[in-house]
Every structure is written in structure tokens, then in C-alpha cells.
């Protein structure tokens, strides 16, 4: 049974920064390609960055730039640096693998406002 755990949430007024992690148990980690997730409210659940087993990273062109993924295997944790925040970025950020996700986590809530 996988479990997904996100954290390092909070509120942040615009242009500053969060790093949010999660920890993944009860999977083979390392062989998944890993996504952060974000879901705004009355908007779908959507891909902002994802990391392949070996590290090569894709971003959602409303985060490139100013979003940096990254992952240990050893730890079987997986990151997101968020820098220059903006108030579109307030949502719930979830972690999970890109294919065929597991069961969601609770999520980690980002607020951007001042």
C-alpha cells in the first residue's frame, strides 16, 4: 500500500518562496516517474512539474522558470523549490506518479497573497 505524505505548505505573500516535499512509502520509488500536482479551487487537478527515475524534469509552461523538481531516491522523497510566487499559484499541491497515480494524499494547501 503506497503512501503519499505532502508537506511544507503555508501562506506567502507574492514573489516569495515555499519548498514543499513528500514522502512516498510502500513502493519500488525509484523505478516511477514522480509529478507535483496542484488543484485550485473549482478548477481540475493539474501537472506542474514531473521527474523521471534518472532526474530529467518537465514543467507547465504557468511555472517554468520559477518551479524546480527534484527527488532522492534513497530517501524515497521527491521536492518542489517554488520561487517568485504569484497569487494564481494558491491551490492544494499533491505528489504522486505520473502513470496510473496511486490513491491521492492529503495535499499540502499554498496560499499566495498579501
Known amino acids: 500500500q503506497v503512501q503519499l505524505v505532502e508537506s511544507g505548505g503555508g501562506l506567502v505573500q507574492p514573489g516569495g518562496s515555499l519548498r514543499l516535499s513528500c514522502d512516498v512509502s510502500?513502493?519500488?520509488?525509484?523505478?516511477?516517474?514522480m509529478g507535483w500536482y496542484r488543484q485550485a479551487p473549482g478548477k481540475e487537478r493539474e501537472l506542474v512539474a514531473s521527474?523521471?527515475?534518472?532526474?530529467?524534469?518537465n514543467y507547465g509552461d504557468s511555472v517554468k522558470g520559477r518551479f524546480t523538481i527534484s527527488r532522492d531516491n534513497a530517501k524515497k522523497m521527491v521536492y518542489l523549490q517554488m520561487n517568485s510566487l504569484k497569487p494564481e499559484d494558491t491551490a492544494v499541491y499533491y505528489c504522486?506518479?505520473?502513470?496510473?497515480?496511486?490513491?491521492w494524499g492529503q495535499g499540502t494547501q499554498v496560499t499566495v497573497s498579501s
Open positions: 510502500g513502493s519500488i520509488f525509484s523505478i516511477n516517474a
Open positions: 521527474i523521471s527515475r534518472g532526474g530529467s524534469s
Open positions: 504522486n506518479r505520473v502513470s496510473l497515480p496511486w490513491a
